[in-house]
């Protein structure tokens, strides 16, 4: 018998009826497994919640308010409806959900009366929309005759800092997960995203946190594999939308699921596995509408491959920021300081690469962010060290990721070869020393057809 965590998100709890389907995979599956599910929030539940505490802070109009929580209850009720057949544990399960909606009410309101949102405020509000998925999955289990009770991450052991937003877990969390839900009985159904501080405060684990959680509670309980079950077939060879040819990859290590997740590819976020990689966990990604499919496995040990690509990923929301100046040449620090002032500031690099001269340093950062950047360096480096700051907008990220790439010759020449066949001009490189990825800028237009050049040139759809 396995110890196996999965976790439902988006379009696999977007209603009822979704509800009741990952219902009978857990039935399935918990004959001959020890299970804990974690789940997100109703698809689109958490975008809706936050939008009306803006609105709430900004306008301050209550009967916004009323009227989103009277569709917010709509839904919420339709769910249990679809979801859940024995009236005893609808009731029931609808007693909690209309509990916490009024909970949620009154601190709307509070927000219309204060008109300000605060960062604290944001997590307790986008907190509700796991709080109120929990229960129904919990109550779909039981109504299937499994035994079954809800947690909030914190309830289930996820102690954070105080970091609102994107909280970090304590060390302790993985003493305390074991204590809350071990010996297991039944199906535990636990909140992803969410846990408290240390204070207990509700706290939000940011982007990807609902994984983060899986990951979390797989690596506490040392669980035998940790299951994300995704609206993909697990984690492919690259956007199935730019390529249709694109492939399932079946084996795959966590250094290079961890490459392709911050290069664009969108199934696994890079902090959501690392709790896994501590323990040497397996993670697996599979498809909620196709479970005998076996996915993705994600392990520690690099697998090669014999064409030594893996996958190619696009990452499109990105800006490319440019210093340089003569002054540069030769002074110490400059580096430094451009990558402090930078941090200070909250720019996230996602790329970086200088040239020998020392006269220009090229970084590529997310979207959205090269207003503030500029403003940064500019108030760091007099004019006499740094002459240019410059940024363009039109660009996007090109990456080849395989861990057969390290020590093979050739491989970036092919991958330049075909962008120069393809009459693709590359504006920027850049390769780490463990030569497990090579990326590279090129033109926002050019992007989708250097995907498909690349993914061609290595044959990763099975092409000649």
């Known amino acids: 018998m396995a110890r196996l965590v999965m976790k439902f998100g988006g379009v696999s709890v977007a209603d009822g009826n979704r509800l009741r389907h990952v219902g009978d995979l857990v039935g399935h599956f918990s004959r001959d497994n020890e299970i804990v599910l974690v789940t997100s929030a109703l698809q689109g539940v958490t975008d809706e919640l936050l939008a009306c505490a803006r609105r709430a802070a900004s306008e301050g109009d209550v009967s916004d308010v009323m009227d989103f929580m009277e569709r917010l209850t709509e839904r919420h009720d339709q769910a249990i409806a679809d979801a859940i057949q024995d009236p005893k544990i609808a009731k029931e399960v609808q007693d909690v959900v209309s509990e916490k909606l009024s909970l949620l009410e009154k601190a709307y309101i509070g927000i219309c009366y204060l008109g300000e949102l605060t960062q ?53 969390t993985y003493g305390l997960i074991p204590q809350k839900l071990l010996p297991l009985r039944g199906v535990p159904v636990v909140t992803g995203f969410i846990a408290q501080d240390e204070k207990g405060t509700i706290t939000t684990l940011g982007r990807g946190g609902s994984d983060l959680s899986a990951s979390l509670i797989g690596a506490a309980i040392n669980a ?65 509408f196709d479970p005998e499919d076996p996915g993705t496995q994600v392990v520690r040990d690099d697998i090669p491959k014999e064409d030594v690509i893996k996958a190619v990923t696009l990452h499109n929301n990105v800006e490319l920021l440019n210093i340089s100046g003569a002054g540069m040449i030769g002074t110490l620090g400059v580096a430094a300081r451009a990558f402090t002032a930078l941090a200070k500031a909250g720019i996230n690099i996602v790329m970086i690469s200088q040239g020998s001269s020392e006269a220009n340093i090229s970084m590529v950062i997310e979207e959205g962010q090269a207003d503030r950047a500029d403003e940064a360096l500019r108030s760091e480096f007099p004019r006499d060290v740094v002459k240019e700051i410059s940024h363009d907008h039109d660009i996007c990220a090109v990456a080849v990721t395989g861990s057969g790439m390290a020590g093979t010759p050739g491989v970036a020449a092919r991958v330049f070869k075909a962008m120069g066949q393809a009459r693709i001009n590359v504006v920027m490189i850049s390769q780490a020393s463990g030569q497990h990825n090579i990326s590279f800028v090129v033109s926002s237009a050019d992007g989708q057809r250097a995907v498909r050049e690349l993914h061609r040139e290595f044959g990763l759809g099975g092409e000649a």
């Open 120 to 172: 604290r405020s944001l997590d307790y509000i986008s907190s509700y929309g796991e709080q109120l998925a929990a229960p129904i999955l919990s109550g779909v289990l039981r109504d299937m005759g499994i035994t079954s009770q809800h947690y909030t991450g914190s309830e289930a052991g996820i102690i954070t800092d105080s970091n609102y937003g994107d909280a970090r877990p304590l060390e302790k």
């Open 224 to 288: 035998d594999e940790i299951w994300f079950w995704k609206e993909t077939s697990g984690i492919m060879t690259t956007d199935p939308k730019i390529v249709p040819e694109a492939k399932t990859i079946p084996i795959i290590s966590y250094r290079e699921a961890m490459e392709l997740s911050y290069f664009g590819a969108k199934v696994l976020h890079p902090r959501a596995i690392e709790p896994a990689i501590r323990k040497g966990i397996p993670v697996r990604v599979k498809c909620t």
